[in-house]
């Protein structure tokens, strides 16, 4: 299968899981600089988009959203890579919006994220050489972390730190995408979590429970985020 045909079949798949401003985002961010990175860099690498997702949202400092150009996430690990332009937008940055660019890097470690950043011209220039850091970083990460399996409270701070970040309440499905772990599993973590008073079904059904919110009066934020 052709670069073009696997690639469009991703974005469609993504395009469908999307909606309002996330999907307005995926239309229009995702453009020549990350479609290049995949062609270049990404797909001669794995030949597979498995668990990478484009423009993904995530929770911002202030509150707010931001949207990274891409996030590989196979639990435990969550890789942000990100595509710099130098251009106009670049060169002309303010003060502000430089430092803003650094604090919000920073936040991202802290919420357990890794980063690799690539240069549109390396990307263009050098796609040999970042295919060979994020196989690399894959290697070396992957080796270290993943083989190790992650322990139950772990798993559920992370599906807790999910459901105080969501605008909604969560679904099996929300957790099973998220941790990249089989529906049945991600049922039983929530009533687990349920059965721990830390969350709490939502809507008023008894026989089967379809959503989640967490029981902030037994969930102290400060530790989660």
Not at 10 to 19: A, P, S
Not at 80 to 92: A, L, M, R, T
Not at 96 to 120: A, K, M
Request: glycine letters at 4%.
């Amino acid at each position: 299968m052709s670069f073009q045909i696997f690639h469009q079949k991703w974005y469609e798949k993504h395009l469908k899981l999307r909606k309002g401003k996330a999907k307005e985002r995926l239309q229009h961010g995702h453009a020549h600089a990350e479609i290049l990175f995949l062609q270049n860099v990404w797909y001669p690498a794995f030949r597979s988009f498995d668990h990478l997702h484009p423009e993904y949202e995530v929770s911002d400092f202030r509150d707010g959203t931001r949207f990274l150009d891409f996030a590989y996430i196979k639990y435990p690990l969550k890789l942000n890579i990100e595509i710099d332009g130098y251009g106009p937008h670049f060169s002309q940055a303010s003060r502000t919006q430089f430092s803003d660019e650094r604090i919000r890097q920073n936040h991202l470690v802290i919420d357990g994220w890794r980063i690799l950043r690539f240069s549109y011209d390396d990307v263009t220039e050098r796609p040999r050489m970042c295919e060979q850091i994020v196989q690399q970083f894959m290697s070396t990460w992957l080796d270290q972390h993943y083989t190790q399996r992650p322990s139950e409270a772990i798993i559920q701070q992370e599906v807790l730190r999910l459901a105080l970040r969501s605008p909604q309440p969560i679904r099996p499905s929300d957790v099973s995408n998220y941790l990249n772990i089989h529906i049945e599993t991600a049922r039983r973590i929530l009533r687990n979590l349920t059965q721990q008073n830390k969350l709490i079904p939502n809507g008023s059904g008894t026989l089967r429970v379809h959503s989640y919110v967490v029981n902030k009066a037994n969930v102290d934020e400060r530790v989660i985020l």
